[in-house]
Nanobody, 123 residues
Framework: EVQLVGSGGELVQAGGSLRLSCAAS????????GGWFRQAPGKEREGVAC????????VYRDSVKGRFTISRDNAKNTMYLQMDSLKPEDTAVYYC????????????????WGQGTQVTVSS
């Protein structure tokens, strides 16, 4: 019943853009902070961005600052990750997640996780 469904990943060329979406159901999404994580082959899952449930706080890892934007629409129970100026190093499976707290964290200590969506950036 509780689900986070991530979508929007695809193959793009370096410099291109994608918008990932995360649709939440089965819980009160507006009481949860949200985050985007990614895992590349041979690497540990890492936090990309997070957003408080009221969107008053946002945190980004250094490598995506200025290129990625996290947002949410609580009325639609949906969170987004706008990715611009994509680089081959951004290639990974991207996961959305939710946790019941206001202040977000890039640590992978979240309550709910989506299934992941593949983003591949070619050079």
């Amino acid at each position: 019943e509780v689900q986070l469904v991530g979508s929007g990943g695809e193959l793009v060329q370096a410099g291109g853009s994608l918008r990932l979406s995360c649709a939440a159901s089965g819980f009160t999404f507006d009481d949860y902070a949200g985050g985007w994580f990614r895992q590349a082959p041979g690497k540990e899952r890492e936090g990309v961005a997070c957003i408080s449930y009221s969107a008053w706080s946002k945190v980004y890892r250094d490598s995506v600052k200025g290129r990625f934007t996290i947002s949410r629409d609580n009325a639609k129970n949906t969170m987004y990750l706008q990715m611009d100026s994509l680089k081959p190093e951004d290639t990974a499976v991207y996961y959305c997640a939710a946790v019941r707290r206001d202040l977000c964290s890039l640590k992978p200590l979240y309550d709910y996780w989506g299934q992941g969506t593949q983003v591949t950036v070619s050079s």
